[in-house]
């Protein structure tokens, strides 16, 4: 919320003021900033990020019925979600079977507890095994064992005191024969710090086991560490995924977004709490809620949305009213089209248009709609009004200004005027009419 009010207040005076200029968006954009940083999200990429909201920003215009600084949350919001990635990545479950798997991650990250969390969240579909690999640590093997027990997931340890990891794999793998085992985690050693002995241990462990996952668990608590943490162990191992836990606690989640960011690992499940159950699939929407720390930003993102489009709608629909249609009206129905989406989208929310087929099965280019835009833009006010006047020399130069040959001018005029005639048409009501031939 204290972002919102402080948004807010820079925003304060900017209603109806047109466009957001650059020094408005500075100003909010500090705030973004500040309450990223607050966030635990890596510097660095808090500055990419600002850069392109900032892009994003910058031009917008001020929508009526949303405030200049809901609509900005609104853009960090969607871009908080997109650098995430917007699509859960599931777990892979391998089409060979057995699946197998490696748990890596320091010690105390929830490692551990995770494994059985996974395990247990696929057994209804599955028969999956637990496998003690940290050996250094008996305590180790004994957690695993009770809590897999705990849950009634099957569990494999070994029984003497080895310290070979390599060996207990092996038998492991012939155990989940033996007992049809489909899913295979491995619980691998932890250490307080990221350590060469370590990555050594799991590199051949790795190698031996050939795993289609690899989940790195961190702790989201450690905020910035866990980005170094993260960027180490993939470095090493190429992960395949990593597990946030510890997300109960008071941890805002902008590690969340940093090691998305700098190694590309999708983030895969959220530990939410001690119990066995307490794991949820990673949620990008969620967590970008968390991080700006407010309350329904997703409504909001939705809003805005909502009313941009209302308000362009409105435009189209007062510029189809009017008798004579001009080039601008044209420039600012491809101005609309572009930024509303798809032509079909837009002709479902014009009143009383649903139902001309013709014009939602039209296509919409966009590379040639950018040409017909910047071929308007040419030309002078006087030409876009009356544009009867423009004839071979103005053509010319239209054609020389957006860099676009003489013939596509002379193809947008004739669609111009072919629209002039769907004008009438549509402003009596008429129906039956022919939509002109790629005019997007
Ligand atoms: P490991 O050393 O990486 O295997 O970590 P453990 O699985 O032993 O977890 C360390 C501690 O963190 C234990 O007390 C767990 O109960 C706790 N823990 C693990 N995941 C979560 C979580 O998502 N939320 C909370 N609150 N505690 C967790």
């Known amino acids: 919320e204290a972002l919102k009010e402080r948004l807010e207040s820079v925003f304060n005076t900017l209603k109806g ?16 900033r500040r309450a990223l940083l607050e966030a635990d999200v890596d510097y660095k990429v808090v500055k990419s990020l600002v850069d392109s909201i900032r892009g994003r920003c910058i031009g917008q215009e001020v929508l ?55 395990a247990k969240r696929i057994q209804n579909a599955h028969n999956p095994l637990v496998v003690a690999c940290d050996l250094r640590r008996p305590a180790a093997i004994e957690q695993l ?27 492991a793998l012939a155990y989940a024969e033996d007992h049809l085992n489909d899913v295979i985690i491995f619980d691998t050693a932890g250490r307080l710090h990221v350590d060469e002995d370590l990555m050594e241990e799991l590199s051949r462990l790795k190698d031996l086991v050939n795993p289609h996952e690899i ?13 170094k943490v993260a960027t180490s162990f993939h470095e090493k191992l190429s992960l395949t995924g990593v597990v946030l836990s510890k997300l109960d606690g008071d941890a805002r ?39 700006i720390g407010m309350g329904d930003v997703m409504g909001l993102a939705e809003k805005v949305q909502q009313v941009t489009s209302q308000e362009d709608v409105a435009k189209i629909t ?24 798809p032509l079909d989208k837009v002709i479902d929310m014009l009143p009383g248009m649903g139902k001309m087929k013709e014009l939602k099965n039209a296509e919409l280019d966009p590379k040639r709609l950018k040409q017909s835009k910047a071929i308007i833009q040419s030309m002078t006010l006087e030409e876009r009004r009356n ?53 997007f």
């Not at 959220?270 to 967590?287: C, H, N, S, T």
Request: charged residues 25%.
């Open 17 to 32: 003021k047109g466009k957001l200029s650059e020094e408005d968006v500075n100003a909010a954009l500090r705030e973004v």
């Open 64 to 118: 009526d019925s949303i405030t200049p600084g809901q609509q900005v949350v609104a853009i960090v919001y969607e871009e908080l979600v997109s650098l995430m990635g917007e699509d859960v990545v599931p777990f892979i479950i391998s089409s060979k079977p057995p699946t197998l798997c490696m748990m890596v991650g320091l010690q105390g990250s929830g490692k551990t507890t995770s494994a059985v969390k996974i």
């Open 145 to 171: 064992k009770v809590l897999a027990q705990q849950s009634k997931v099957a569990f494999y340890g070994p029984s003497g005191g080895t310290q070979d990891v390599i060996k207990v794999a092996k038998e």
């Open 215 to 227: 989940l790195l668990v961190v702790d989201a608590m450690t905020g910035q560490e866990a980005v």
């Open 253 to 291: 989640g902008g590690a969340a977004l940093a090691i998305r960011a700098t190694t590309q690992v999708p983030i895969k499940f959220a530990g939410v709490g001690e119990g066995i159950d307490a794991i949820e699939l990673f949620d990008a929407k969620r967590m970008a809620q968390r991080i």
């Open 318 to 341: 007062k510029s189809l009213k009017k008798d004579k249609l001009t080039m601008e009206d044209l420039l600012l129905q491809f101005e609309q089209i572009e930024k509303l989406g």
């Open 387 to 439: 544009p009867q006047i423009i004839k071979g020399s103005r053509r010319r130069r239209i054609a020389e200004g957006s860099g676009t040959t003489v013939q596509m001018v002379n193809q947008l005029l004739k669609q111009y005027d072919q629209m002039k005639q769907l004008w009438k048409y549509m402003g009596k009501g008429k129906k039956g009419f022919r939509l002109p031939k790629g005019l």
